[in-house]
């Protein structure tokens, strides 16, 4: 029977290269995932983390009895850049490549008793690993930085599952593709499959006809379809046995549901065309690049889904954590998942990392409904016709039931793929020329925008996102949009804002948002969640020219209305005019000379009132003041695991008496620790942007704990969060 648990605990880091018996000294334990580095928030030097470091795990384990054939496997989820792995002093594997996971068979060097994997893993930005070789966009960081999980498996066992469910309208049917490792005689499979709840919805037996055998539904019970509102996942159970004896079980989530891009220019989602709106999401996060644990990613699809109104994310520029997958999966968010790499394309070794990285991914994730498209380009390389026919076809090859994608920032490259996706600088749309065509990059660097900027240009910055989205939502030449980006992120010298940081995104680094964020939050029906939010700080003299004219407001209500002190200045209406395509235009509320106008008026507080039908449903108060009233501390989650891993974010922020940020606060905010957990981030943090955040990180004992922090002239604060017990691990033998 297969067992696997996850195999994080009790590792052994050392920041440099170690001869596999050094001395347990040398090495700080550590529990995965792990970035070889911390870092601050900005001013992150890519220097820094590029060095080859030793990760070491000694664990026991006892020799299965003779007669137990079984093979040990260690599952790597990702480790950055590349790696050799060694157990009990011998080499076993070469790893090179950081985004996809990689396995390593260990059972002939396991020993009873007390054994050692060690790995060297060289994070150093070398030119012969994607996506390196010229300039990149983006850190690449370093270290065992997503999970490694312990497999147990018989000698014969499936090595990968592959769902499709064709003709999901009107009557779906169900095929499954059950690879094995290896052939024999009298082996059967056992298919079952099971809704959400346990409840076994259908099942299978068959004998195995080959390495690959087919499993064919044909007729169905009634299946509930995964959509973006209702994302109904099942689970396929698959079981090997030999002459009725269970040799394996492997299952796989999946939903009934069909995507396509078709030649009228738009996308369908089981029959229904849907136009895409997304954002670009890199796996970036403060002070630990890209090693979050599981809590974290998943918050992330969160965000994209119910903070930013999104229905598509693409996984700019390489497979992303599965955590971040599954959960798109949960709750109805559209991925577009692409290789490797930034506008170069290396030598043939190159391109064949290149290459088997793409097979993985499909492998890892084509059972997953959210992913709707394979990007099998190098984002932005030029043309390549070998290279990417090679992509296109084995993409096809692994995958009929998904289109292909290429991402180019040139219109006229040659068109291997199914969809032309294309990144749009122009700050507008260009004319289609192919179909079906998908935006996948707009804004980004044509409008760099920090938290604290100028009002104007945070206003700006918003408004170009809602004119693109309102372009591409009117033109039915094109499927969808997908601006650049979700989140602001650490990058190379040769890009960003002088800190390292490209500052493209809607939310800050801190997934903090920013007035654009308003924008794509406004977006979603009213029914969903109502949006009101006034893109202004109220100030007197800080625009050119001073006043506040015109006010700037993103909502989904039908009407707002706009009080000044004690002026009702009357109620106002989106502006179709000028965005008659958003499904909830901003309002842009001009007249306010006469109440908020620079030397010409006293200045009172703004009140805005949000109207569905008439009806007051939403407010916002805005002081005009402007003073530092009080200071935040929340946390996502008041409950961790115990787990040495589990995060959540802090975060803090300076506001006045409506808990509106204030931009310019720039006070030293202070924090302090209370329990078995640790603070990760900068301590004390001199704010800019008036808000930031940090994370707790949970330690291995339960219990609680409690961060308090204090700024000069502000009233402490303090959260209290539980650290609950991990859950138990599966396999005793895996301490
Ligand atoms: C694009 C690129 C992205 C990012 C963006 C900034 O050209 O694909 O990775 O660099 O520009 O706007």
């Known amino acids: 029977m297969r067992k696997r648990a996850l195999f994080n605990d009790n590792w052994q880091f050392a920041a440099q290269k170690l ?43 006892q ?39 990689f396995s390593v068979d260990i059972t002939d060097r396991l020993q009873d008793g007390e054994n050692c994997v060690t790995l060297h893993v060289d994070s150093r930005e070398r030119q012969d690993i994607p996506p390196y070789g010229h300039l990149v966009d983006y850190l690449t960081f370093g270290g065992i930085y997503r999970d490694v999980y312990l497999r147990v498996v018989n000698p014969i066992h499936i090595n990968n599952l ?60 009634t299946v509930a379809l995964w959509s973006i509102d209702t994302p109904t996942l099942y689970t396929l159970h698959v079981s090997l046995r030999e002459n ?30 849907i136009p895409l709106f997304g954002l670009n999401r890199h796996q970036t996060y403060p002070y630990i690049g890209a090693a979050a644990p599981a809590r974290l990613q998943r918050q992330d699809a969160d965000i994209l889904k119910y903070e930013l109104a999104c229905n598509v994310v693409r996984t700019s520029h390489y497979p992303q954590s599965p955590h971040f997958l599954d959960r798109c999966d949960e709750i109805g968010l559209l991925v577009f998942e692409e290789i490797t790499g930034w506008q170069h394309v290396g030598d043939a070794q190159w391109q064949a990392i290149c290459l088997d990285e793409l097979e993985t991914m499909i492998k890892r994730d084509r059972n997953h409904p959210s992913i709707i498209l394979w990007g099998v380009r190098v984002n932005e390389s030029g043309d390549n016709d070998d290279f990417y026919t090679c992509t296109n076809d084995l993409a096809r090859q692994l995958d009929p039931t998904r289109q292909t994608g ?15 996706t294309h990144n749009d600088f122009s700050n507008g749309i260009r004319p289609p020329t192919e179909r079906p065509h998908l935006i996948t990059e707009f804004a980004g660097h044509m409008f760099p925008t920090k938290s604290w900027d100028h009002e104007e240009r945070l206003i700006d910055h918003a408004l170009l996102h809602a004119r693109i989205h309102n372009l591409q939502l009117g033109d039915a030449r094109i499927a969808g949009a997908i601006g650049w980006c979700a989140f602001d992120y650490a990058t190379h010298i040769e890009f960003g804002s002088g800190d390292r940081i490209c500052y493209h995104g809607v939310m800050d680094i801190f997934r903090l948002p920013k007035w654009a964020a308003a924008f794509y939050q406004s977006q979603q029906d009213p029914a969903r969640k109502i949006i009101l939010q006034a893109a202004t700080h109220w100030t007197m003299g800080d625009r050119t020219g001073g006043g506040n004219n015109p006010l700037t ?9 706009i009080i000044i002190g004690a002026i009702n200045v009357g109620r106002f209406q989106p502006d179709f005019a000028h965005y008659p395509h958003l499904p ?152």
């Open 19 to 61: 001869s596999l018996d050094a001395p347990d000294n040398l090495f700080e334990p550590i529990t995965l995932p792990h970035t070889n580095k911390l870092f601050p928030h900005n001013n992150v030097d890519n220097e820094a983390y590029q060095f080859v470091s030793t990760y070491r795990k000694k664990f026991f384990w």
């Open 162 to 221: 592959f769902v499709q469910t064709p003709d999901v309208v009107p009557n779906p049917r169900l095929m499954v593709d059950v690879h094995l490792n290896h052939l024999k005689s009298g082996l059967t499979l056992e298919a079952v499959v099971t809704d959400g709840g346990g409840h076994e919805l259908t099942t299978r037996q068959q004998p195995v006809a080959g390495q690959t055998t087919r499993l064919e539904w044909q007729e169905l019970p």
């Open 244 to 273: 009725g004896q269970l040799l394996d079980t492997l299952t796989t989530r999946f939903g009934f549901r069909q995507a396509e891009f078709r030649p009228d220019g738009r996308f369908y989602l089981n029959e229904e065309a």
């Open 553 to 561: 407001v993103f909502s989904n209500c039908d009407e707002v209305e």
């Open 406 to 420: 290429g991402v180019r920032d040139f219109i006229g490259s040659s068109f291997l793929e199914d969809v032309y």
């Open 584 to 735: 909830h235009p901003p309002f842009t509320i001009g007249g306010l000379d006469a109440y908020s106008a620079w030397g010409q008026s006293k200045f009172y507080d703004l009140h805005l009132v949000g109207y569905l039908n008439g009806k007051p449903v939403a407010e916002q108060w805005i002081a005009s003041s402007r003073l530092p009233k009080k200071l935040e501390l929340t946390a996502d989650t008041n409950q961790l695991f115990a787990d040495g891993a589990d995060m959540t974010r802090l975060i803090f922020r300076v506001t006045d008496e409506f808990c509106n940020p204030l931009p310019y606060a720039t006070k030293v905010v202070t924090f302090e620790l209370e329990g078995e957990a640790d603070l990760i981030g900068e301590n004390p943090f001199p704010l800019i942007g008036g808000q930031a955040a940090l994370y707790v990180k949970a330690r291995h004992q339960p219990g609680t704990v409690t961060i308090r922090a204090c700024a000069p002239g502000l009233a402490d604060t303090a959260v209290s969060l539980t650290i609950l017990p991990a859950p138990k691990l599966e396999y005793r033998q895996f301490p």
């Open 63 to 101: 020799q299965p009895l003779e007669n137990d054939p079984s093979l040990v496997f260690l599952d790597f989820d990702g480790v950055m850049l590349a790696c050799e792995v060694y157990v009990n002093g011998r080499f076993l594997h070469q790893h090179l490549g950081g985004y996809a996971p």
